[in-house]
Structure formats: structure tokens, C-alpha cells
């Protein structure tokens, strides 16, 4: 069963700013993007890089998954990022221009060298693809299948616009066939969805439409440019007190199955099987991280002994 | 490591440096903070440190600090001394 | 030299005047009446108008040794004092106290005149150079930083007595009645003023703005007043209010407005005759906010809100979140256009507001404040009168006041502030004392006083990360390091009174 981990917020962070990238652990999202790429001006890659570093290796005691957007992996900087940036052991990279599955396995190839050289586990560093192009749009449903390290496809609105030469909108009409297959891609390969970032900060109003919009597509996150965003996206995805009642029936009624020696029972009338309860235990650790239950799931009772 | 151009690198922006490094016959540090009396002698340890670390021996170093941790000191330091190091 | 029970050492006396070491909030006892003035008699005919700021000088028979005061309702604009200073140099009179509500930037002007000896002390707290200066020993000028309250006490009480005060009167007649509400100079209440229109022997208004008998509203009336002066202008309007106070939008701010805000509720005081102030910084006006959305949906209708008024505040009175506001002085322009015509925006003065010796002040009835800090220490003291190079560049306002008289005292501030930790093994200048503070609030955690245990289990009942204080401290210095203390000389150029007149900390002279 593959594991629940919440990514409804992914703020990034610029990553020559000192100011910002030290205030990480008091942010409240579920992860962080510290952005070497669009972040930062050509003249200060190689400063960046050191400062992201520096910062990650004095940052040992971690509230949340931190990601790292490195350069185009075709850019002169980008393979500099990786070798500078992953002995500081980030959870894993945010890859812009995943215009092509090819372009995720040379990272996967990189990433596998870089971690024999520095002594850990083949796979602990992940891929985030960005999806930014109409042809990384067409493209991502086999992005999503390259490499065990993908653990979402996140799609880029600001490029994706750009490459189809058109104008972003508030409303997004623009973008709905573009992100339906994105999800489609992502949760066909049993990874997540994250959504593009919400620009206008000063639009509270439109970052709550968007996000809305984006959770009923089947995304499970949105990428974030600032933290006064995290609150917003974060209400939006709560889930609601029915769903955390529901959830917390579905888990008890598996629970008692199992002790009886099955997998599947009834819950007033409707089967529970196993999707039902992957979906009730997605909704009872989102309800944990806003606080609306404190209870600890047992994974192996929820999803039984191999 | 050899210092062979006058570089700088890092901002003024709070909990940031500048870092000004340029070729000289002996090792000179100049350290300007804004927390210069509450902070000096960490400031001044961790500069060392790193051209300990980078072998540098021969530079001049000044640095004007603006609230910045050492991760970041030791960042941008390192920053200008290894622009420093490469032809410009 | 003896030590307080703080354990900061005092001298038994400073500038010819005998000390009294603080020993605790509540227990100084006030001795003998209010002060009063001399009785006078304006027959009818008899005018009080005068030609200028020298006549009125002249007429207030001031005399080398003697004490003037101003208000600082126009704040950082206010071009009175430096005026007022500038005629009694001309007069070639000496050796002047000056006891004003508070001394700002703007006042640097007065420098050479304390040089050239016009200005011999300062029975008033500071804001910017003039403290910078006496700090580091550039200017020699005896100074006493006040609370509001405690200056209120000070005149009231006849320990400062002020011989003429300067009321920059923004609309005037030519008998006296004034207020603040209108003309160039508006600045809304006129609070510390009233105090000064009370006490002193002489009161001269001062206006740019006379208007035909009678000025109305009246705000102080004829009968305290002995002179009027017209002048061109008071000052810089821009510079005396706001145009807006607003709402802070740095991350780190918010997170502490967040948490203060859930402080607040989980104290169980957010009801129905709810009582709040905060000040108008960036992150307090934060507060408010949560504050505000918290009392929405919950339908909790307060009782006041009390302070320097900013426009939120005015918001939220209109909105029916308060019955009342409770205006010393006001921060914006929303907050001086309210007080001109909403009959529920009370202007107050600054006894009734924080004076701890009388018969009781509205801090005495405030359920939450929310108050800055340059640093605390582990003792829960908190220090905003001296910044992090040992000067003395801030006054100390109504902090003491509101945390001695608040149920729930809360400190906002970031834990690190360019490199420097908010939590110290002992603060550089005791404001106030940690008897009086409850709670201290930054993003990375929340100190309870040890007094308060009920709080402390709640807050971590509600999940919210509380602290002791002293890993709260280890935290912040494992990011920053250990700092130093600052060095300072013997010599002692400030005294910092508590609200009751006792000296609770002195400021003494930087080391180079």
C-alpha cells in the first residue's frame, strides 16, 4: 500500500535570501521548494548554491520535507546544483522543464551516482517533475512512470501559458485540459498531483477559487509563492467533520474485519474495501495535521499483515 | 587557495553579508556588523575557520554584516573566496 | 548605590533628588493630595490672547530653574517645543526642566540649547538622538523616562511640578477652549494634555488654528486656561498621525499574531465584555485582527477597546465589537476622524487611563494587552527602552502601566531580530517588570509565567508550542549563538521610573 503523505502546501523559498530560507521551520507548510532556478539572478547561481548548503546542513532538525528546484538539468548550472546541494541531503529535487521522460531518468541516473558516492540508500532522493510545457504535458503520463523516486507530478501554469503562447487567467479556463491530465497522469501512476502557484499574494479571494477548483480536479496540493498562502490552501483541503465521521467509521469497521479474518465488511449497506479505505485514511491524517482528531493509525491493523 | 582577483559576493539585505575579497601580501580581516558588540569574537571565529578550511593565507577580507548566522557567513565567505580563486 | 529587588544597582539619588528602589508592582502606597493650582481671577473685558510664544513666556513669569512641559499627541510633526526652546534661549533664560508627555526624533533640534545650558534636564522619557547622545556621554543632560501613567502620577501628585504648559491646541478660540479633532494639526485626543491643563501654575494654549469663540467640542475648557498663542503652524502634518497603521506582512510577524491571538483564546477571556488594547506596530495590529475574526465567529460582544487608537480599532467599534473606545491619543487619520463624531469614542486623559494613584484606572479593567519588547529575560522583565548598542532611544509609554493593570499581559516579538535572541539571561534595561508580564509570544514558541499553570496546561491542551522559557531561550541561542552582554561605564545618565515613582532601572553611560 503505498504511503499517505500530506503535500497539500509547497512553499517555495528563494534560495540566495538568507532572511527567508532561516525562517523555514516556522513555516507551516507540508514542504518547502527552496528554488535555485527562477529565484535567482544568473550572476548569484553559484552563490545560491553554497548558501542553500550551508543552510541545509546546519538545518538537521526537520518539521517538513524540503525539496530543492534546481536549474534546468540543459542549463550550465544544474548538474553544479545537484553535486553542491545533495550531500546537504534534501529529501528531494524539484526538476523544472520535465518536458520528456528521458529528461526525469537522467536525474534518476545522477541521483543514483550521487548516492553511491555519498553513502545512502539507492532511491532516498526524490523527483518532483515539473510539468510546464505543452509537451511536457503530453508527455507526463509516462513522466509519471520513470522512476520509483517520482512521488508527484507538478504542473506548472506560468511556463505551460507561456508555451502555448497564451495569457494566464484568474478563472483558468485556460489550463483545465492541461491539468485534468496531469492528475489523470499522476493517479494513474498512484503518485500525487500538486497544482501551480497562485501568483497574485495580495488575492486571498482567488487563491481560495483556485485551490477549490484545483482539490475537486483531484489534486492533493498547490505550489505556493508566499507564506500568507499556506492558512488558505490549508482550509480548503480540510476535510469536512461528515468526511472525518465517515472516515472514522470506515477505519473501526476495518478494523473489526480484520480481527474477524477479512478484508472487506459492510458499513451501512456499502462495501468497505480497500480503496475506501485508503480514501478514509487520507481524510483522518489530513483532519489529524489541522488538529480536528489527535489519534495515532495503526497502519499495519488499517491495511493488514503482508 | 589562492586569491588572484578582487571579487565580493552576498547583499546588504538583513541577516545577510557582503563580502569584499581582494589579493594582498599578508591575511587581513576587517569585520563591520551591526551586532558587531554582541557577536564580534563568533563572527571573527567562524572567518577563520573557513580560511582555515581554504587554506587562504594571503587576502584581504572585509566583511560588513547584517545580522547574518554563521551558515550564512560561512556561505557567502566561501562564495567570494572561491570566485576569487578562478580567472575572471 | 543600593539594588532594587530586581537586583539592578541604583543610586540613592540623581540630579539633586533622593531614589526610591522598586520593590514590587502593587505595593507602594501614595502619601499627601493631588497638587493643585493657584487660584486666578479673568474679569470680564480681560483677554487672554497674546501676540506670540515670547509674550506668553514673559507673562507666565518663567524663571531660570523652572520646569515647561508639551504634549506628544502630534508626535514625530510637533514643531512647539522646539519653538517654545528657541524663545526662552532668546530671552537669555537658563537651566529649564523640560517634563513633556514624551520627547521624539523631531526634537533633536533641541540639542544645542541642552549644550548651550537653556536645558539642563529632562523629567521625560526619550524616543531617538537626544538619548543616543546621553548615552554615550556627548551630551550632558540629566533624564527620567516616565510611563504614561507615571507621568500623570508625577504632575498629579506635585513630585514634577510644572510651571508653564505649552498645549499645542490644533483648534482653539481666543478664550481657551480647545480640542484636538480639528484644523492642519488635528491629532484627535488630547489625553496627556488634560493632565498638564490640571496641574501646571501656568497654561498657555497654542494654536493654528483660532477659531471664533466658542471652539467646540471642548476638550480642556477656558477656565484652566491662562493664555492663548496663534502661531503659523504646530508641524508637519504628515508626520502626526498616520495616514494608515497597517497590518504586518512578514511571515514571521503573522505566525506571532496567530499564536497570540490563540493565546488569547484558549485564557478564556475572549466573552461577551471582552476588554483588549495593542499598540499600532505592525504585528499588534495583526493581533488585532485574528482578535477580530475570532469575536466574528463566535458573536462575542466586547465591552472596550483602550490605548493609542488606531483605525482597526475604530473598525471594530463600528462594527459592534466594542461599545466603547477609550482614546488617549490617536495613531491614524480613521481614529481622529472617529473621535470628532462617534459619541462611543471616548477621549480620556492619562490619568484616568494609567495612573496607578487614584481611585482607578481603565488598565485596571483591561482583559488582554498586547505589548512589543526589545528583550526579555528568563525573569519574564522586559526591556524596549534601550536597543541592542546599550542606547536609550526609546520611552517607555503606557507598557508598565497596561501590563501591571491587564489580566493577561502578552508580549509579541520575533525571536530573532538580525542575529539578536528576544531572550536573555537578563535584559539590558528593565521597563517592566516580569511580576507583570504573562505571556511572551514569538514564532518559535510561547514562554508562560510560571504564575500562570492553569494557562500554560490550556495552551498545551490546544496544541499550541509552549515552552519554558529557559529552553525557549536555548533554542533561539543554538541558532544564533551566545551574545555578549554590552559593556557599560559607571555613571548613570537615565533613570527608568516605574508607574509608581519608585526606580526600577537606570540607564548608564556605553563603553566606546
Redesign the interface.
Known sequence: MAEIKLRRSLLYVPGNMPSMLQNIPIFHCDGVIIDLEDAVPLSEKDAARVLVRRFLENHTDRNKEVLVRINPLDSKWGYDDLREVLPAMPDGIRLPKADTPEIVERLDTLLTEFEEELEVPIGHFRILPSIESAQGVINCIKTARTSDRVFALAFGAEDYTASLEIERTKTGEELFHARTRVVWAAKAAGIQAIDSIFSDVNDMEGLQRETALIKTLGFTGKSLVNPRQIDVVHEIFAPKQEEVDYALQVVEAIKRAREMGTGVISLGGKMVDAPVVKRAVRVLKTAGAHGMIDIELDEEVIYGQE | MEIRRKVQ???M????LMVFVEPAEKLIIEIES??I??????IRAKVSEVLDRLEVTRAAVRITD???????I???L??AL??AATEG | MVRNSLGRLIPESFNGKNVIPFSDPFSLQPKGFRASRPLTRLNPGQKKLLPGLREAIQAAGLKDGMTISTHHHLRNGDALLAQVVREIDALGLRDIRIASSSIHPAHAEIIPFIEKGVISALECGVNGLIGELVSRGELSCPITVRTHGGRARALISGEIPVDVAFIAAPCCDDYGNMNGYYGPSACGSLGYAQVDAQHARTVVAVTDNLVPYPASPVSIPQTMIDYVVRIDTLGDPKKIVSTTTRITTDPVGLQIAKYAAQVIEAAGVLCDGFSFQTGSGGISLAVADNVRTLMRSAGIKGSFGCGGITGYFVDMLEEGLFETLFDVQCFDLKAVDSIGRNRHHLEISADMYANPFNAGAVVNRLDAVILGATEVDVDFNVNVNTESNGYLLHNTGGHSDTAAGARLAIIVAPSIRGRLPIVRDAVTTVTTPGETVDVIVTERGIAVNPRHQGLRGELLRRGLPVKDIRQLQEEIYHITGRPRPLEFEDEVVALIEYRDGSIIDVVRKVKK
Do not use: I, M, N
Request: hydrophobic residues 30%; neutral net charge; charged residues 35%.
Open positions: 559576493a552576498g547583499t539585505q538583513s541577516s545577510d551591526t551586532v558588540k554582541q557577536f564580534e569574537h563568533l547584517r545580522g547574518a548566522l554563521d551558515y550564512a560561512e556561505a557567502r566561501e562564495s572561491r570566485r
